[in-house]
């Protein structure tokens, strides 16, 4: 059964379905070392038309990667979540592609 037969049934608004394209600890090492050559500013915008395409509602990607998510990916109601924002001069910890929120 599907989200939207549920949904309607039970009179609920639909869920939305994100997929993950990257997370923002990995990098163009990390992405060599399981056996992807393109770089992650490559394989972000593949990953979320590849999503698009498949029906998925979004994706979660950088904050980097949100303009290439944008031109890629052109559904005007297709979401973006972004992990990875910190405040400028926080600790990244364990995010590798991260930004702060300007």
């Given amino acids: 059964m599907r989200f939207a037969d549920v949904s309607e049934r039970e009179h609920l608004e639909r869920p939305r379905i994100i997929g993950v394209t990257l997370l923002t600890s990995v990098n163009q090492k ?16 593949a990953l979320a038309r590849l999503a698009a395409a498949s029906g998925l509602d979004g994706v979660v990607a950088s904050p980097l990667e949100v303009v290439s998510v944008r031109a890629a990916v052109t559904k005007e109601d297709f979401l973006v979540v972004t992990p990875g924002v910190r405040p400028s001069g926080a600790a990244p910890h364990d995010q590798r592609r991260s930004d702060d929120p300007g």
Avoid at 31 to 44: I, K, Y
């Fill in 30 to 45: 990390i992405l060599t070392e399981v056996g992807v050559a393109s770089s992650p500013d490559q394989h972000v915008p």
